[in-house]
């Protein structure tokens, strides 16, 4: 002590004090510096957050190349991706929840629906290493009928998307394309699944692909980006509609290591 006057000491509580209140502070800096620049992307016509729906068949690969470039273009923007069955697309771009959606395409769409073709989607018939249908070279309507059939089913619909699908006399439905990959690995029957859903399992020998003894003109499903017009899309949906539209068609079903974003 020092002329009548204590020296401050800075304990461990005042000490936690202070970190405590720089903290907030830093946060409020952080905050207001987001807010700043969020105010600023919906100034130049860019949403706030965005919404997209992507059947859950569809390879993933082209979708996530593109939406790390997204990242970047538009790292304000807050973005839900929604995985939905077969068919189930088509009612959340309806109910307004979701803005794009990439789906298989369907014969006819409702009012007020615009559509784009973007590629196909290739469809492989697979069964576990133990189901008898693996042991037969080529595999005859006869035989795919004679064994359950495990289809993907839409949760909007009683009866599936296509009557094509369905070549058994014994049907197990699901609205996962991952509960069917299980229900087969586990030998409770057979299906016919996209070949980016099953690629690694079939190369790896954990899944047999089946040889159809017969013309299987329905070994494509075609791939629709679907919007509507009640829907009007900002600079952030626009971007994603106008890169999806860009991908190679083949792309869908063949290597993906080609593909590039275009800036």
């Known amino acids: 002590m020092r002329g009548g006057r204590l020296e401050p000491v800075l304990t461990q509580d005042l000490l936690t004090i202070m970190r405590t209140v720089l903290a907030a502070m830093m946060h409020i800096l952080l905050g207001n510096h987001e807010f700043a620049a ?36 538009f790292p304000h923007v807050t973005l839900e991706i929604l995985t939905t069955g077969p068919n189930d697309t088509a009612t959340s771009l309806k109910e307004g ?26 469809l492989i018939p697979i069964c576990s290493k133990s189901h008898p249908l693996a042991k037969i070279d080529s595999v005859t309507h006869r035989d795919f009928r004679q064994h359950r059939q495990l289809v993907l089913k839409s949760r909007s619909r009683s009866v599936p998307g296509h009557v094509r699908e369905v070549k058994s006399a014994s049907i197990w ?3 996962s394309s991952g509960m069917i990959l299980d229900l087969v690995l586990h030998g409770l029957g057979w299906a016919e699944l ?28 075609g791939l629709d980006l679907v919007w509507t017009e009640q829907q ?4 952030a949906g626009q971007w994603i509609q106008n890169q999806l539209l860009m991908v190679p068609q083949d792309v869908w079903q063949a290597k993906w290591n080609i593909f590039r974003i275009d800036h």
């Open 173 to 175: 439905y699901a609205e």
């Open 232 to 235: 009007v899309l900002g600079q």
């Open 38 to 73: 969020k105010a600023s992307s919906m100034s130049e016509g860019i949403e706030d957050n965005l919404c997209i729906a992507v059947e859950q068949s569809i390879n993933l690969a082209p979708v996530m190349d593109l939406l790390a470039a997204f990242s970047h273009e």
């Open 194 to 221: 996209p070949l980016s859903a099953v690629r690694s399992l079939v190369a790896s020998d954990g899944l047999v692909q089946m040889e159809y003894a017969f013309q299987q003109s329905d070994a494509l499903d």
């Open 97 to 122: 929840r979701a803005v794009l959606g990439l789906m298989t395409e369907q014969e006819s769409y409702p009012t007020g629906f615009q559509f784009r073709g973007v590629g196909h989607s290739a």
